[in-house]
Each structure stands twice: as structure tokens, then as C-alpha cells.
Nanobody
Framework: QVQLVESGGKLVQAGGSLRLSCAAS????????TGWFRQAPGKEREFVAA??????????AYADSVKGRFTISKDNSKDSIYLQMNFLKPEDTAIYYC???????????????WGQGTQVTVSS
């Protein structure tokens, strides 16, 4: 119903910047909120950032670990969402996923569609 494809993940030096992109297709009219999640090796997947998709009420949310460093944005005309990551740390190393939800939520259980993920590796 909704297909998501992430891109932009790569190896980057600590302190550097990277921008991830997620292209959405299919029934994007059913999307209410979009988010980024990440999963590091041996750890559970965690919330990173989220923003409303098309609602006039734009509400941004960030995990404490990335607040002030990461910025989520979207371009509805291109059905795309982005994650600008600055001042990257080795702890940011993970597979990053974009996802969509049909309700207002930061809970990954409420996200219905997921991309395949893109690997971000931050070296020391």
C-alpha cells in the first residue's frame, strides 16, 4: 500500500554530517505521520524523529539523544522525507528506517509501513 525506500546512508567521520532521504510511493494519502527509527547492533529499534505528513498541525518530535543535532523534514510534492544529521557520533551508528503511521504517534507499534533501512556508520 505504501512503499518506502531510504537512501543516503554511508560511512562518515565523527563530527560530520549526513542527510538521509526516504521516497514514498503508493497510497500516501493514508499517511498521517512519518518517522525515522534506528537499530544498532545488539539493541532494540528506537525512535529518532517524526513529523506530521500532511496535517496543517505540524508537530515535530525528536529523541533526546538526537535533539539539537538531527532535523526531520518533508517535501509532500515529492512524497519524500529527510533526516539531516549533524555532529554525528559513533553512537549514531545504526540501520536507519523511515516509516509511516496512520495516526499521531511516536510509538513504533503504530507505524504501519517501513522501508528496508539504510546503514549509517560513524567512525572515530
Amino acid at each position: 500500500q505504501v512503499q518506502l525506500v531510504e537512501s543516503g546512508g554511508k560511512l562518515v567521520q565523527a563530527g560530520g554530517s549526513l542527510r538521509l532521504s526516504c521516497a514514498a510511493s503508493g497510497r500516501t494519502d493514508s499517511v498521517y505521520r512519518t518517522g525515522w527509527f534506528r537499530q544498532a547492533p545488539g539493541k532494540e529499534r528506537e525512535f529518532v524523529a517524526a513529523v506530521n505528513w500532511r496535517s496543517s498541525f505540524l508537530f515535530y518530535a525528536y529523541a533526546d539523544s538526537v535533539k539539537g543535532r538531527f532535523t526531520i523534514s518533508k517535501d509532500n510534492s515529492k512524497d519524500s522525507i529527510y533526516l539531516q544529521m549533524n555532529f554525528l557520533k559513533p553512537e549514531d551508528t545504526a540501520i536507519y528506517y523511515c516509516a509511516t503511521a496512520s495516526r499521531f504517534s511516536n510509538n513504533q507499534a503504530d507505524y504501519d509501513y517501513w522501508g528496508q533501512g539504510t546503514q549509517v556508520t560513524v567512525s572515530s
